[in-house]
């Protein structure tokens, strides 16, 4: 089993990831959508991913974008959470 990446670099990665692809992850969370096992949940599987670097090169070149590279490990959260938020789903 590969270790794990380190928890500030990749808390950075899916907080850039969620910028990018418009998840207001802060709002989900206050929302009732994104409750802190989640958050820490998500963290953990972009902490598995094998190629970080990928990860930064992709959100260097670009500002905005309608969802997550296919290869991005919480791909299915941000979507998700995404369609709740802009539904006006939460609590």
Do not use: F
């Not at 990860?55 to 299915?76: D, F, G, H, V």
């Amino acid at each position: 089993m590969k270790p794990l990446g380190d928890e500030r670099l990749h808390l950075r990665l899916l907080e850039e990831m969620s910028q990018t692809v418009g998840t207001d992850l802060v709002q989900a969370y206050q929302d009732g959508l994104l409750s802190n096992e989640d958050w820490a949940e998500m963290i953990q599987l972009c902490r598995g991913c094998a190629e970080p670097e990928k990860c930064q090169k992709w959100l260097a070149s670009r500002e905005t974008a309608a969802q997550t590279p296919e290869y991005c490990s919480n791909l299915e959260q941000l979507s998700g959470l995404k369609n709740r938020l802009d539904k006006g789903d939460g609590t």
